[in-house]
């Protein structure tokens, strides 16, 4: 796994810095706050925020993991995958993978996202039929990143931008630190 510390990380206030103050006051239930009102909605509500891919790629990859050793964890996650298609023909999905894929250390398939409205629709809908399956939920990202490199994008959207339902499966990413390694020295190197 990625070490967090590796990370620079921009503060959540970035942009709300004359923001007026946050009221005390909390709601008829006692336990959450009165928000001020804008009448304004987050544009988060209708496409994916920046650096997120809203092209092409879409903004998120689910990759859904059976054992395919176990005839039971293959034959429910073939079942969902037909199911999946057959409710959400609008997604795109991919292969169902019949062994490990590049750092999927067990077989997969994958599924993707490139609206809000569909991750809204699609994510609820996955933790409850998803059974006795894992999935990774992790973003794709651009260019526009704070990540300047392809591959330590792709490194840190599967590890520390990764959202797990069920059991967390520990991926592969040997390959992608060992590249980044390699793109680094070549970098390094350039300046020399």
């Known amino acids: 796994m ?7 990380y921009t503060s959540p206030l970035a942009g709300y810095e004359k923001a007026p103050p946050l009221p005390d006051e909390r709601t008829d239930d006692g336990k959450s706050y009165v928000n001020n009102q804008t009448g304004v909605k987050s544009v988060a509500y209708e ?8 092209g092409r790629r879409g903004g998120f990859d689910i990759h859904v993991y059976y054992f395919q050793n ?11 995958w037909q199911r999946i298609r057959h409710e ?11 062994r490990p894929v590049g750092p999927h250390p067990v077989a ?14 699609f994510i609820p809908w996955l933790a409850i039929w998803r059974g006795p399956l894992s999935v990774l939920v992790h973003p794709n ?3 526009e990143d704070d990540v300047p490199h392809e591959l330590e ?15 967390r499966i520990p991926l592969d990413v040997g390959r ?7 793109f680094k020295r070549a970098e390094s190197n350039k300046g020399e």
Do not use: C
């Open 176 to 182: 992608f630190k060992s590249l980044v390694a390699a």
């Open 88 to 98: 959400f023909p609008e997604l795109r999905i991919y292969t169902f993978w019949d």
């Open 141 to 143: 990202t651009t260019h």
């Open 108 to 121: 997969m398939f994958e599924v993707n996202l490139f609206t809000p409205a569909q991750f809204g629709a």
């Open 2 to 8: 990625a070490d967090a510390l590796e990370w620079n």
């Open 47 to 54: 496409r994916f925020i920046e650096p997120l891919d809203n």
């Open 153 to 167: 994008r792709e490194l840190k959207n599967h590890t520390e931008r990764a959202i797990w339902l069920g059991e």
């Open 70 to 80: 176990n005839p039971e964890q293959t034959q429910y996650a073939r079942e969902l």
